[in-house]
T-cell receptor, first 116, second 112 residues
């Protein structure tokens, strides 16, 4: 079975532009989460979606938005890019079973975004 | 609030040495705790997890015990190998399952 896939692999943008990152979860997984990993730091939680609804949100500005589609794939959008948005953006999928402590996240390889 | 603190690296060990990577957490309620590993050039992989106090997670010779009284989840391995060289992340999932928090990562270098 295919793991979590993300596209594109790398992306270069300039300040003020907008970017869309894409994620396809593992087949059968209904939950997708997005993380930002700045070089040398741990991943920072941005969003979690389950059954097309936002279930959780981290401390990120409104420039960051996401959505989940009926096939459970997801997009992360970032508007008005800043230099500080340069990072590896990780997507993770899980079964998303409500209140199931054993629900495990599986991570994709990430999209490396560089803002110039 | 919720947060995870893990020891700074890099940690450099000789092959077959004993490994401990410290992780402590601050959380509301009863979180689930995880260790993830990131090998060079690869994505994050779940190493082990524990979902309630006194649970011990284990995998590939690594172990960690969920200690509520000390709010800790230290990672241990009795005999490390060169192939264990990677960055290790301690993580917490909030009690209501909708937010996740990662530590800053600890880089492990194992020399032959």
């Amino acid at each position: 079975d295919a793991g979590v896939t993300q596209s594109p692999t790398h992306l270069i943008k300039t300040r003020g532009q907008q970017v869309t990152l894409r994620c396809s979860p593992i087949s059968g997984h209904k939950s997708v989460s997005w993380y930002q990993q700045v070089l040398g730091q741990g991943p920072q939680f941005i969003f979690q979606y389950y059954e097309k609804e936002e279930r959780g949100r981290g401390n990120f500005p409104d420039r960051f938005s996401a959505r989940q589609f009926p096939n459970y794939s997801s997009e992360l959008n970032v508007n008005a890019l800043l230099l500080g948005d340069s990072a590896l953006y990780l997507c993770a999928s899980s079964l998303g079973q409500e209140r199931l402590a054993t629900d495990t996240q599986y991570f994709g390889p990430g999209t490396r975004l560089t803002v110039l | 609030g919720n947060s995870v603190t893990q020891m700074e690296g890099p940690v450099t060990l000789s092959e077959e040495a004993f490994l401990t990577i410290n992780c402590t957490y601050t959380a509301t309620g009863y979180p689930s705790l995880f260790w993830y590993v990131q090998y060079p050039g690869e994505g994050l992989q779940l190493l082990l997890k524990a979902t309630k106090a006194d649970d011990k997670g284990s995998n590939k010779g690594f172990e960690a015990t969920y200690r509520k009284e000390t709010t800790s989840f230290h990672l241990e391995k009795g005999s490390v190998q060169v192939s264990d060289s990677a960055v290790y992340f301690c993580a917490l999932r909030s009690y209501n399952f909708n937010k996740f928090y990662f530590g800053s990562g600890t880089k492990l270098n194992v020399k032959p």
